[in-house]
């Protein structure tokens, strides 16, 4: 199934290795900064799993999943050694030689997966300053086996336990949804079952004028959970809620989450040094669905998105640029149509 059906998502335009842009003054402004009121929620996992009333952990949480559908993880249990480890050769990788990265470079380009520059579908697409790595980790039918052999080894085992245990992690936040939102674990869990695992990992060079560039552009993530790990510590992610950009700052052994395709967000660069993020998106597989759960539609709540096969699903977010606009927009159910499924 899904080989085939993979290969057609998410092709991309050859583009430019940032590293090897001409070194010219840059010219057009794009992005403007304000200070921002809010901050991100943050949810202590220890706290929620053992059902500390004092932190109102669930009610929390439940508010972070539907108000901002983005928070940061602490005390996730996630092996930090596995973590640390991912971390250093994710930094190890970035630092080969160019020539070195060139040949993952080649073993990505037009594929999906490999070192290249962004989700590139138009000529006039704004390219992100950034180097991006991308895997499909699981089901394990739908890697690229040359890529695979193409990695150093050391960072092949890295990435192989890291992530397995994030989808461990991935698991445990579910069941903590599905207790929020009082639908059974299994419900939940079914759809996941063959789940689509992918990693982007980025390496966002010093910009000499970083307000100049973008270094991820705003998108929304496709359906399911992000969980997304800012490596070397430095600032760089921004979201957008309620016209507002709010940086998120980057707490020690936090895990940034974001629900699937929920809020626009993008990442900055700076002059000072680089940036590395690694992104754990974890969806339902191809063969899966991405819809309303239908416990939770009723006459008087009912459905406000259509349910879709998730490789229907995802051929139309892949065909959009990143650039904004969430895909949910384009599949809400409109209210004439609701009125009919009434
Ligand atoms: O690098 C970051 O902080 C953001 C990464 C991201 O949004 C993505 O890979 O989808």
């Known amino acids: 199934m899904a080989e085939s059906k993979l290969t057609k998502l998410g092709s991309s ?20 900064f304000k200070a921002a009121l809010h901050q991100v929620p943050v949810i202590d996992m220890q706290k929620l799993i053992s059902g500390d009333t004092m932190d109102l952990g669930l009610d929390k949480f439940h508010q972070a999943c539907k108000e901002w ?5 602490i005390n996730h249990g996630a092996n930090k050694s596995l973590v640390e480890k991912m971390k250093t050769q994710l930094e190890g990788l970035f630092n080969l030689p160019m020539e070195e990265k060139k040949k993952l470079y080649m073993a990505g380009t037009r594929k999906y997966g490999g070192i290249r520059a962004g989700n590139v579908v138009s000529e006039d697409q704004k390219l992100d300053w950034a180097e991006l790595f991308f895997l499909n980790m699981h089901p394990i039918h739908m890697r690229k086996p040359h890529l695979f ?3 150093p080894p050391c960072f092949g085992e890295a990435v192989e336990d890291y992530s397995a245990e994030l989808r461990n992690l991935a698991t445990r936040i ?15 869990k079914e759809n996941y079952e063959q ?10 060079p010093p910009c000499p004028q970083p307000e100049l560039v973008i270094g991820l552009n705003p998108h929304s993530d496709a359906g399911g959970l992000t969980i997304l790990l800012q490596v070397n ?19 020690p052994d936090a895990f940034v989450v974001n629900i699937g395709d929920s809020l626009e967000h993008r990442a900055t660069v700076n002059s000072a040094k680089e940036r590395l993020s690694i992104a754990a998106f974890y969806s339902p597989g191809l063969d899966g669905t991405i819809g ?14 259509k349910t879709m096969t998730s ?24 209210q004439n149509e609701e009125l009919k499924n009434k």
């Open 174 to 188: 579910f069941e903590q949804m599905a207790t929020s939102l009082r639908l059974d674990f299994n419900e939940i």
């Open 149 to 151: 052999s193409a990695l």
């Open 292 to 305: 309303p759960a239908p416990r939770l539609v009723t006459r008087e709540n009912p459905a406000r998105f």
């Open 13 to 32: 335009l050859p583009v430019p290795i940032v590293q090897e842009l001409p070194r010219e003054p840059l010219t057009k402004p794009s992005i403007s």
């Open 233 to 251: 510590e430095m600032e760089g992610l921004q979201i957008t809620k309620d016209g507002e950009s709010i940086p998120v700052k980057t707490l």
């Open 195 to 204: 789940g689509w695992q992918s990693m982007r990992m980025k390496y966002y």
């Open 69 to 73: 559908g983005f928070f940061q993880l």
């Open 311 to 334: 490789a229907d699903y995802y051929k139309g977010y892949f065909a959009c640029e990143l650039r904004g606009k969430s895909y949910l927009e384009v599949i809400k159910i409109q």
